[in-house]
């Protein structure tokens, strides 16, 4: 066991259809697919990422986007440390919930939680770039105002992606050797679990498994 | 642990749940739920019965005991209770409901006869449209049996309409088709219109054979007991439901158990109606479902193609329109994809809407308080059934619901593979809400120790996913029993399901879920308040209190609106508003004068200009946050912003300036809102300050200088007021305010700004294309009107923004009305409770006395000024206009250098009003009765180069 290990709960949030479970299926499977279910309730996935000799290892809640499941999402976010607003490059009123989103957060979740905003299908804006319904200028403002960072994605083509977990993960203050003793033990059979529905992270899962 | 238990919060609503909460429900009620009927269905009489079936297939039994020995059939007899309602005769078997429970819809029947019987007093012969014959024998007394016979015979009657559209229904139905093809053995005939599976295949392994052996079983069984609207169930129905339904006739068995095979033959068309009279309509339920369409069971391949598509779609908007409160969930478009497999879009549609009503209630709800709440009932289970497991999930800060609630609001339809979902479904339209507890128990139970193993919901979820992708493994691989390692984690999971819980009953979901409803509901409440009132709008007059208790009035007012259910519009009509407006505003106050029709006009113009003002959309309609940004410019501190709000009530057309008609409604509009100091209802600032003054000088009179000087008043203590006389004198003064009002308003109306309506005139002219005898008629007209203006003395006069703040600040009474009685008058921290509020004026008086310091203060300064000048020859309106002035700023803490409530427009235009540059403000506040000048020349000269620089 070379690096400690720093878990990092994450959520997604945002109205329904902007792609949350895409952009989590791309950053997990690096895979896309054209019609996904809607999420009911909610769906957890985890990752693992190295970031300057650290492993980050993200616990990743993706929601439903519909308002009326609004109600559940303290639920998800309760003990956050970070979280994702999503929304449609295409779709006005999907930035319109993400201010909510925000604003919710600011409010009700964890103090120091770090949050990105995501406009996500970008890909569309290249055959054409009068769908654009959200200017970047605006969310750059927004993200500004309320000290968020700020990406713009496409989970179809796979653009950017990475780069806002890896923006989250810098953010995090990293665990140092001190902790590393708390993830021993029980993590082992912990990811073996997590692994069983995870397909894709079946090699990280051997060396985890060798300490 | 429980998600519900940390955001449990006390709230302010316990009266209205209380209200929306009813734990009993009535015997028809009871009896609807038990046997699936429609709404309309109700008990019209019952009588206890035996009764008799024979079937005309000849039942070929080989059960020889059947027949006599003359060769007449011989049949089971069952002794229960038969029911009848305006649609049906129901019969349940006494002793054991399973055995035989009989539901037939009455335009089934025939004929009915009188029969000959030998032990019974009275018995009916009633042969059925499929040949079936029921003989019912009647147990008691005669003219009871009689009784029921003749309501029957009004029930047969009533149905005979139903009766003639009993082939067609029929016709759609499987198993019509089973016996036609298979008795009548007629060759010609197809299969009857059904569910996508019928052209995609149906989902999981196709073993055809397995299917043929078991639509058999469900030829064999009908031809005995009857199908479709005419059906006994039995024991053996309930096995050929439990070993799973084939794929073919899993529609039909579906919308029977459901009942909606009776709402679809009660309501013919009506589903194509409603797509037909919404074609083309939007919402926003429509746009939900647009964006779900091609995610639903993407699996399945009908959904991927034109016509599955279309199928969902025309299902889901058509619900959505039938129902709106609900409109549409995500998770209905699974559910829903998942019965149009097996079902036709008419039958799907009506099953869909038993499954919402009935099989998950409150589900799909705009605030899902049907999951939230069957959540928290899960979770008692848990509690009760499995403590081990309860204690470790509750250590290890697992919530429970997270896992679980996926399984309710998709009916397991996301979890498990479809063809284990279907089955859990055929289980679960035969058995009720229970079926999904008992699973979802189960499923916990049989994972026991690996859950056991967990640390976080995490793992909790990786566990149970895996447990559902491996369903169709053998539970017990390592057997070395071959029989006991064909069992599949499948079965074992409905053995657990329905062997073990079978000790949750439908009572008790019930019992749970009257005992947990009040708390859900009062979270669900403060949810949506805390979500509302964070996107309410930037006011800036109000306060957080002030806005929670707006809200809190404002959806108390709207009866119609179930928060925490999510039902009935949010929006307030004109007569809510009426009522809103009297809880807060003291001139909207029911009383009295409501009587008097003159006053009660007043009021209703009065508030409905108010109404249309605040109603953003336009729609006739207000939301919450149209009040809250209508209300926070009422209670503006600014005396100008007051004053242009109000004049901007009655300038419909935005032109700056009113007319005759105009002025003298917001004349009317005064005189309403100062009613209540009119009638001496209430006291406002100045008559407080006579008051005092008043007896500050009366103590100055009886106090020696000596004692003065020392410092020491006190308040003499028997100090009466003479209540009545500044009562008169208040009416006095607010009547002479509202004189010099309408006196003044004309005195300085300056002729209309024809310019103005001139570019009106043009502008439409261009926009319409009307014919042209109808634009020379404009062209008359604005000929005349032009002339008007120019040569006629009597044209039409207006007054401007600017001589109305004039006119309202000459007058102090009605100065100070817009600077703070008006402010005052509304009370926005009140209104929730109501009540408390009669004895306003007493204790207006009372307060004043009370508040000896303050009129001790007074004193001393009256003394200091006696002191120091002698002349105290002022008047005593003098002294009170002082007065005012200090109190006012003193009490009222307006803070003059703070402008983050200010407008910039305002200010902008304060630099324009010349005559306000002119006049000294202090100078005003110093004189009661003002003289106006008008408009100084130079001001006019000013505009007019304007408008000259312009052209
Ligand atoms: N063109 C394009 N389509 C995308 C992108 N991301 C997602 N989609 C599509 O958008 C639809 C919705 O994607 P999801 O990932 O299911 O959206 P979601 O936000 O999880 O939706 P809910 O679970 O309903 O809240 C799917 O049909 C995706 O294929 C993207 O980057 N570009
Ligand atoms: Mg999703």
């Known amino acids: 066991m070379s690096n400690p290990i720093t878990s990092i709960k994450l959520v997604l949030l945002g109205e329904a259809a902007v792609g949350k479970s895409s952009i989590v299926l791309r950053f997990v499977s690096n895979d896309f ?21 650290h492993t980050v290892k993200f616990e990743i809640w993706d929601t439903a986007g519909q308002e009326r499941f609004a109600s559940l999402a303290p639920m998800y976010y309760r003990n956050a440390q970070a979280a994702l607003v999503v929304y449609d490059v295409t779709k006005p009123q999907s930035f319109i919930k993400a201010r909510h989103w925000v604003k919710e957060l600011h409010e009700q979740a964890s103090k120091n939680i770090i949050i990105a905003l995501v406009g996500n299908k970008i890909d569309i804006l290249e055959d054409n770039e009068n769908e654009r319904k959200v200017a970047r200028e605006e969310a750059e403002k927004l993200a500004e105002e309320e000290g968020l960072l700020f990406f713009e994605t496409s989970a179809k083509t796979g653009t950017n992606i990475s780069e806002v977990f890896l923006g989250i993960g810098e953010k995090i203050p990293l665990k140092g050797l001190e902790d590393e003793h708390n993830n021993n033990g029980l ?25 | 642990m429980s998600f519900f238990s940390s955001i449990r919060q006390k709230a302010p609503f316990l009266e209205r749940i209380a209200e929306s909460f009813t734990p009993t429900m009535s015997r028809d009620e009871k009896f609807r739920l038990q046997y699936k009927l429609p709404d309309d269905e109700h008990i019209i009489d019952d009588t206890n019965t035996d009764i008799t079936f024979t079937t005309p297939y000849g039942t070929n039994h080989k059960d020889k005991r059947r027949k006599d020995e003359n060769g007449n059939q011989l049949a089971y007899v069952f002794s229960g209770k038969l029911f009848l309602t305006p649609h049906f005769l129901v019969f349940r078997d006494a002793f054991d409901q399973s055995s035989c429970v009989m539901i037939l819809n009455i335009s089934t029947i025939k ?7 030998l032990s019974y007093a009275f018995a009916l012969l009633v042969t059925l449209y499929s040949g079936t014959q029921i003989l019912i024998q009647f147990i008691g007394l005669r003219n009871r049996s009689e009784q029921f016979c003749e309501k029957l015979k009004d029930m047969l009657k009533h149905n005979i309409p139903n009766a003639k559209r009993l082939p067609m229904f029929i016709e759609s139905c499987y198993s019509n088709f089973l016996i036609e093809k298979n008795i009548l053995r007629k060759t010609d005939i197809v299969a009857p219109k059904a569910g996508l599976g019928q052209h995609f295949k149906y989902p999981g392994q196709p073993d055809i054979t397995k299917e043929k052996a078991k639509l058999r079983l469900w030829f064999e069984y009908f031809k005995e007991n009857g199908e479709n609207l005419a059906i006994i169930q039995n024991h053996t129905f309930q096995k050929l439901v439990r070993i799973g339904v084939p794929s073919r006739m899993r529609g039909e068995i579906w919308e029977l158990c459901s009942g909606s095979m009776y709402l679809r033959f009660s309501h013919p068309g009506e589903y194509q109606k409603l797509l037909d009279d919404n074609r083309d309509k939007t919402s926003q339920a429509i746009d939900e479902i647009e964006k779900d369409l091609k995610r639903s069971l993407p699996e399945y391949s009908a959904y991927q193609t034109p016509e599955g598509i279309q199928r969902l779609r025309n299902v889901l908007t058509a619900y959505s329109w039938m129902n709106p409160d609900v409109g549409y969930c995500q998770a209905m478009n699974i559910v829903c994809a998942g019965l149009l497999i097996y079902m036709s879009e008419e039958q799907a549609f009506w099953c869909l809407s038993n499954l919402c009503d009935i099989y998950a209630p409150g589900y799909y709800s705009k605030t899902m308080y049907g999951t939230l709440l069957d959540q928290r009932v899960f979770e008692s289970f848990v509690e009760d059934k499995m403590p081990v497991l309860n204690d ?28 284990y979902a279907v089955r859990i479904m055929d289980i679960f339209f035969m058995n009720g809400p229970k079926t999904l507890f008992q699973v979802a128990l189960a499923v916990l139970k049989v994972n026991g120790d690996d859950i056991l193993q967990a640390d976080d919901d995490g793992m909790f979820i990786a566990i149970v996913k895996h447990y559902f992708q491996t369903l169709h493994e053998s539970a017990h691989p390592d057997s070395p029993d071959l029989k006991y390692r064909q069992i599949t984690k499948f079965q074992e999971l409905l053995v657990t399901a329905f062997k073990e819980f079978s000790v949750i009953t439908e ?31 930037k006011t800036f007059n109000l306060s957080d209190k002030e806005l929670s208790n707006i809200y809190d009035v404002f959806y108390q007012s709207i009866e119609t609106h179930k928060i925490s259910l999510g039902t009935g519009s949010s929006n307030m009509t004109f007569d809510v508003f009426l009522q809103f407006m009297g809880k807060f505003c003291d001139w909207a106050k029911p009383s009295k004068n409501d009587d008097d029709p003159v006053f009660k006009k007043q009021k209703q113009t009065f508030l409905k200009k108010l109404f249309n003002n605040w109603d953003s959309s336009k729609v006739g309609e207000l939301t919450v946050n149209d009040v809250v940004l209508g209300l926070d410019k009422m209670v503006t501190p600014d005396l100008l912003e007051a004053m242009n709000y109000f004049f901007s009530l009655y300038d419909d057309d935005k032109d700056g300036q009113l007319q005759k008609d105009g002025v003298l409604q917001m004349s009317e509009g005064l005189l309403l809102l100062t009613t209540p100091w009119k009638t001496g209802k209430f006291v406002d600032l100045l008559t407080k300050k006579a008051i005092e003054d008043d007896i500050a000088d009366e103590i100055v009179k009886e106090t020696s200088i000596d004692q003065q000087a020392s410092g020491s008043i006190e308040l003499p203590s028997g100090v009466t007021i003479d209540e009545e006389k500044y009562k008169a004198q208040q009416s006095e003064r607010y009547l002479k305010a509202a004189s010099n ?13 024809i310019d103005r309506q001139v570019d009106l005139l043009d502008l439409s002219d261009d926009n319409d294309d009307k014919p042209d005898e109808a634009k020379e008629a404009r062209k008359k007209k604005f000929a005349t009107i032009v002339a008007n203006a120019a040569l006629d003395p009597t044209r039409p006069t207006a007054i401007d923004l600017a001589t109305f703040r004039m006119v309202i600040l000459a007058d102090e009474t009605y100065e100070l009305f817009f600077s703070t009685t008006l402010r005052d008058s509304i009370h926005l921290e009140e209104g929730a409770n109501d009540s408390g509020n009669n004895q306003v004026l007493k204790s207006m008086f009372d307060g004043i006395i009370a508040d000896g310091r303050r009129v001790a203060e007074r004193v001393r300064r009256r003394v200091d000024s ?52 002119m006049d000294d403000s202090a100078e005003q506040n110093a004189r009661q009765e003002r003289k106006i000048e008008p408009m100084s020349p130079s001001a006019s000269e000013k505009q007019k180069d304007l408008i000259e620089f312009e052209a």
Not at chain 2, 741 to 753: D, I, K, S, V
Request: proline content about 3%; overall charge negative.
């Open chain 2, 866 to 917: 006696v002191a120091t000048n002698k002349s105290r020859a002022d008047s005593i309106e003098t002294n009170t206009n002082e007065s005012i002035h200090t109190t006012d700023t003193n009490s009222k803490m307006i803070d003059l250098d703070d402008f983050t409530t200010d407008h910039l427009e305002e200010h902008e235009e304060l630099l324009n009003n010349s005559w306000e540059d």
């Open chain 2, 741 to 753: 009002f309408l006196q003044r308003c004309f005195e300085y109306a300056e002729p209309l700004q």
């Open chain 2, 111 to 117: 004929r009915v006869e009188r029969s000959p019987s």
């Open chain 2, 392 to 419: 470790y999930i509750v250590e290890h800060d697992i919530q429970l619901s997270v896992i679980s609630l996926p399984w309710f609001l998709s009916l397991f339809y996301t979890s498990m593979p479809l063809e």
């Open chain 1, 33 to 53: 697919s054209e019609n996904k279910e809607p999420t009911i309730g909610a769906a957890f996935l985890t990752q693992r990422v190295n970031i300057n000799d």
């Open chain 2, 507 to 537: 009572d008790m979901i019930i019992h749970e879920r009257n005992k947990y409803k009040k708390t859900i509901f009062e979270n669900i409440e403060t949810f949506v308040k805390k979500t509302q009132m964070r996107r309410m709008p």
């Open chain 1, 187 to 211: 993590n082992v059979t912990e990811d073996q679990r997590i692994n069983l529905a995870n397909t894709a992270n079946a090699s990280e899962n051997a060396s985890a498994c060798s300490c």
